[in-house]
C-alpha cells in the first residue's frame, strides 16, 4: 500500500498554524507525503514547501496589484506541481485571493480540492459562493453559520468548530506574567497586536503609540499604565522601535508569547483579524483596529456586506468591542475607548460576558481532528 500524496496551501500566518497540525494529524492518519505552500510551522510539521506564504500575504485590494505577478507563478507553480506528484487530493486553507485561482487550476488537471477556512461569503463578495461550487469538492468550515450557507448553495460542507478552540491559553497567571518581564502586576497593562506584516505596521503602530501617549497622560494620577507589545516570534522589531523613538512612549516587547500577554491585560488595542478571536477566547477586553489604503477602502465599501469588519463581532452577531476602522482610527478615538476600559470595571465585566458568548459559539475543541476526517475521506481507496 502506497502512501497518498497531498498538496497542502497556506497563505497565511494564521493558516500556517491551522495548515501544520492539519498536515501533522493526516500524516498520523495515512502516512501522506505532504508538499505545498506555507512557512515555518508547515516546514516543521514535516511538509516540503514549495512556496512561500510571505510572496503572497498581503491585506488590501491596491496593495495586492503589484504582487500580482508573483501570485500568479505562486499559483501556476502549485498546481504544476500537483500535476507532476500526481497528488491524491489538494487542501487549500482560508485565503480565497490566492487559493480560489490555485483551486481552478488544479480542477482543470483533475484533482479534488478540499477547502479549509473558505471565503467569508456572508460578509463579503457573495458571488464567490458560485465560484466555490464549481471549483472546490468539499468545503470544511470553522462557523456554524458558514456551513448552513454553503449548503443553501449546494457545497458540500461540514462544519467542525474553531481550531484556536484547542490552542488560545495562557501558560501563566498575571503574576507570573509580570514577574517574568519586570512589569508591576498591580498596575494597569494595556496589551498592543497592532499586526505583523510590515504594511500593517506602517498603517497602525503610530497611531496606536500616540493614543498610548494620550492614555499615559490622561492616567498619570491613577498609576502608570503599562504597554506590553505582543510581537509574532522571529518578527523584525526595528520598524517599531523606530516609531518609538519618536514619540518617547516606552513599550515592553514580549516575542513569541501572545496569549501570555493578551491574558494578563486589562484591555488590548487589536487589529481586526484572527487576534480578535484570540482575545475573545482569553475573555479580554479589546478595541479594534484597522486601517488600510484610501483606494482599497473606497472599494470596499461597496463590497462589504456588514456594518462590521472585526471578526469577534461578526462571530457574536452584534458589536460587543468597539471598532475604530479607517478614518475613525485615530489616536483621540483609540485613547478614548481603551481609556474608559481602564476606567470602567462595569465596561470591562459586560465585555467579558459577551466575548464568553463568542467563545461558546467556537465550539469545544478537536477542529483540526474532524477536518481531518473529512479530507482522509476525500483520499481514494487504495
Known amino acids: 500500500m502506497s502512501a497518498p500524496t497531498i498538496l497542502i496551501s497556506a497563505g497565511e500566518a494564521s493558516s500556517d498554524m491551522y495548515a501544520a497540525r492539519l498536515a501533522k494529524t ?15 510551522r508547515m516546514a516543521e510539521a514535516g511538509v516540503e514547501l514549495i ?27 502549485l498546481a504544476r506541481e500537483a500535476a507532476r506528484r500526481k497528488a491524491a487530493l489538494a487542501i487549500l486553507v482560508d485565503s480565497p485571493g490566492t487559493h480560489l485561482g ?23 463578495r457573495p458571488g464567490r459562493v458560485r465560484v466555490v461550487k464549481r471549483l472546490v469538492n468539499h468545503m470544511v468550515v470553522i462557523f456554524p453559520f458558514d456551513e448552513e450557507i454553503y449548503r443553501n448553495a ?21 503574576a507570573e506574567f509580570a514577574a517574568r518581564h519586570r512589569l508591576d502586576p498591580e498596575r494597569p497593562i494595556i496589551a498592543l497586536l497592532p499586526g505583523s506584516r510590515r504594511k500593517e505596521i506602517t498603517q ?31 518578527i523584525d522589531l526595528q520598524p517599531f522601535a523606530e516609531y518609538e523613538r519618536a514619540t518617547g512612549i516606552d513599550i515592553r516587547h514580549v516575542e513569541g508569547a501572545v496569549y501570555d500577554v493578551v491574558a494578563s491585560a486589562d484591555c488590548a488595542i487589536v487589529a481586526s483579524g484572527t487576534a480578535t478571536v484570540e482575545a475573545a477566547l ?23 456586506r456588514t456594518r462590521d469588519v472585526g471578526m469577534v463581532n461578526l462571530i457574536a452577531g452584534r458589536r460587543v468591542a468597539p471598532e475604530l476602522i479607517q478614518d475613525d482610527f485615530t489616536a483621540d478615538k483609540v485613547a478614548a475607548e481603551a481609556g474608559w476600559l481602564l476606567d470602567s470595571l ?3 465585566t459586560e465585555m467579558k460576558r459577551a466575548l464568553a458568548e463568542v467563545r461558546g459559539k467556537l465550539g469545544t475543541g478537536g477542529a483540526i481532528e474532524r477536518a481531518a476526517e473529512v479530507f482522509c475521506g476525500m483520499l481514494p481507496a487504495i
Open 26 to 40: 493526516i500524516r498520523e492518519r495515512t502516512g501522506a507525503r505532504l508538499f505545498g505552500m506555507g512557512g515555518p
Open 51 to 77: 512556496a512561500d506564504y510571505h510572496d503572497v500575504a498581503v491585506v488590501g485590494i491596491t496593495e495586492v496589484l503589484h504582487r500580482i505577478p508573483t501570485v500568479v507563478r505562486v499559483q501556476n507553480r
Open 102 to 124: 490555485v483551486a481552478r487550476r488544479l480542477k482543470n488537471r483533475g484533482i479534488p480540492v478540499g477547502y479549509f477556512i473558505g471565503p467569508q461569503v456572508w460578509a463579503w
Open 154 to 174: 449546494r457545497v458540500p460542507a461540514s462544519y467542525v468548530g474553531h481550531p484556536l478552540a484547542d490552542v488560545v491559553h495562557a501558560s501563566m497567571t498575571r
Open 204 to 234: 497602525h503602530y503610530r497611531t496606536i503609540l500616540d493614543a498610548c501617549a494620550i492614555i499615559a497622560r490622561d492616567h498619570a494620577q491613577r498609576g502608570t499604565v503599562q504597554f506590553v507589545h505582543a510581537a509574532a516570534p522571529g
Open 282 to 304: 482569553l475573555g479580554t477586553p479589546m478595541v479594534v483596529i484597522y486601517r488600510v489604503a484610501p483606494l482599497t477602502a473606497a472599494i470596499l465599501r461597496r463590497m462589504v
Open 346 to 348: 462595569e465596561a470591562r
